[in-house]
């Protein structure tokens, strides 16, 4: 054979071995014309709670809620393709397949478009299943504890007043949850059958108690009941998914992230957590810049602000780029309609590493912030095929421990006023915020409190008994304050107290309450510039109010 021969056989080798290599797509449908379902019966394709969800907040189910037409999916599938899981927002469909094949099913009549989102294989055709230990496992050492963390949201108040996310149900996506289903940091969860569901988006291996330690320690901040290491609502119930891969960043993690939410939306979850963020990727064409982040752009923006549309509260971390080239929030913490949450120390100072705002066109974030500068984590060693192996309790930075704070934070101040729809939610939290007066885009909000959210207390500090009690002046320089009661006259007795920020008492008072008098000046010892709290408190009524000192 000559060389010319030799030369040809080897080009066309390697372009049959090109063309039959498998890569992963979204193939996009046009219609939903036939789908055999309808949205006036809901329940077919809806688990009643989600369908509670949105009768409660009058969000109408549309076309949008149907599901993709399972015979488009079939079609597609006769072509030789393995196909995975579908997204009814945007009526699609994910596949591994041939570029060949790809091309004869871009030529299908029902189909839009054919969009090439990761490179090579990953998903399995057939999932298998997980195991829980039978009896769970005491953590190697505890090095650290949560009150610290807990204290700054106020959420050690929280928890003894007895909202610790009882009846809310809460979703995590994240790169893997190992040692979750073995340690007793999570015992309880299965011990009270409060795992709801799990999914494994990234390889379809239905185990997720695996791969990577990020989503256990990030889930550690939210169910965590163990010693002193508690979460923030450990006493929720739980949809754990798997849908970042850490072995390679391409777009399909942003579509897994919208399969995941769509998952957790028919589940009828509560409260979304996503420790995750998307700016650069191994395919340097997915790139995106920071004119990008708008939250209109990227698919998985689009794809919280849907989330958060349907009634669930999105709850995404900032982003660790403080200190890099980019130093702006990360994809979907642009997005519009959810909580981006950013991290400051234990001395409410932002972390050097927290990701900042605005928006690329100008909105205030993060929204808030908790401790992610060494924030207490449950991590688990894992041994070079995968298993877990030992596990300790330990401290992490990053925003990917303050966001699930706020996650579980938000569904104890919703459980705590279960009539609030999620964006009454959202807004009480960032106006209980330490920054609330003031927000920009290093804080946002600032860091939120308990006892301020979940009364859902003005910023004024009027309307605070049936519109009988004003504070003045707020902000104040003086080192006092005076209370307006007018002819406010209440059965018992009246508490008052003030608080600084660590929650020290700097003055507290009983008043019978029929003694009220129409005025009451508090002469307070010299303070410092900064917010301080007014409690009110009967043994009927708490109100808390925030004051600033300039």
């Given at each position: ?102 091309t004869s099913v871009g030529q299908l009549s029902f189909v839009d ?81 409060r795992l709801v569901a799990t999914r494994d988006f990234i390889a379809?291996?239905?185990?997720v108690f695996q791969y990577n330690t990020h989503g256990a320690s ?333």
């Open positions: 054979m000559g060389r010319n021969k030799v030369l040809l056989s080897c080009l066309m080798l390697v372009a049959m071995l090109i063309t039959s290599a498998q890569d992963r797509y979204m193939v996009f449908f046009s219609d939903k014309a036939n789908v055999g379902y309808s949205i006036d019966h809901p329940e077919e394709f809806l688990t009643s709670r989600a369908i509670a969800r949105r009768e409660k907040h009058g969000i109408a189910i549309t076309e949008q809620d149907l599901p993709v037409d399972q015979n488009y999916i079939n079609q597609v599938a006769d072509k030789g393709v393995d196909v995975f899981f579908s997204t009814k927002w945007f009526n699609g469909v994910l596949a591994q397949m041939t570029a060949s094949q790809a478009s054919v969009v090439y989102i990761a490179g090579g294989t990953r998903l399995l055709t057939t999932p298998g299943t997980y195991t829980v230990a039978e009896t769970f496992l005491d953590p190697e050492s505890v090095n650290s504890n949560t009150e610290v963390q807990l204290a700054m949201l106020g959420a050690d108040d929280m928890h003894e007043d007895g909202f610790e996310g009882q009846g809310m149900m809460i979703a995590v996506f994240d790169s893997g949850f190992p040692g979750v289903n073995k340690y007793k940091p999570f015992e309880h969860i299965f011990a009270e059958d379809n291996s239905g185990n990030v889930f550690s901040n939210i169910a965590s009941d163990y010693l002193d290491v508690i979460g923030t609502a450990p006493k929720a119930s739980f949809v754990l998914c798997v849908t970042e891969d850490v072995k390679s960043e391409y777009w399909i993690e942003e579509y897994n992230w919208l399969f995941a939410a769509e998952f957790a939306d028919s589940l009828g979850v509560d409260v979304i957590n996503g420790s995750l963020g998307y700016s650069t990727f191994s395919d340097k064409n997915m790139d995106y810049t920071y004119e990008d982040m708008n939250g209109q752009n990227t698919l998985v923006a689009k794809a919280a602000n849907i989330a958060s549309q349907k009634g669930m509260i999105v709850v995404v971390s900032a982003g660790n780029e403080g200190n890099g080239s980019w130093k702006y929030i990360t994809s979907p913490g642009d997005a519009k309609d959810i909580l981006t949450v950013g991290s400051v120390t234990s001395g409410y100072n932002k972390s050097s590493f927290s990701s900042v705002g605005p928006t690329a066109d100008g909105r205030i974030k993060p929204d808030v912030c908790a401790m992610g500068t060494s924030a207490s984590i449950f991590n688990a060693s894992l041994s070079t095929s995968g298993e877990t192996t030992s596990a300790r309790i330990t401290t992490g930075n990053g925003t990917s421990f303050s966001s699930p704070q706020i996650a579980g934070f938000a569904a104890a101040i919703w459980q705590a006023n279960p009539e609030w729809t999620n964006e009454e939610v959202m807004e009480s939290i960032r106006m209980s915020g330490t920054s609330s007066l003031v927000p920009d885009s290093l804080y946002g909000f600032g860091v939120p409190k308990y006892r301020l959210a979940v009364n859902g207390a003005t910023i004024d500090a009027v309307d605070v008994f049936e519109d009988k009690l004003k504070v003045y002046p707020n902000p104040f320089s003086e080192d006092k304050v005076t209370l307006d009661f007018g002819d406010l006259k209440l059965k018992g007795k009246l508490e008052i107290l003030i608080k600084d920020m660590e929650g020290k008492s700097i003055y507290h008072n009983k008043i019978d309450g029929q003694e009220i008098p129409n005025n009451l000046e508090i002469a307070i010892d010299p303070t410092v510039n900064g917010v301080y709290f007014l409690i009110l408190r009967t043994k009927r009524f708490n109100k808390t109010v925030k004051l600033v000192k300039i």
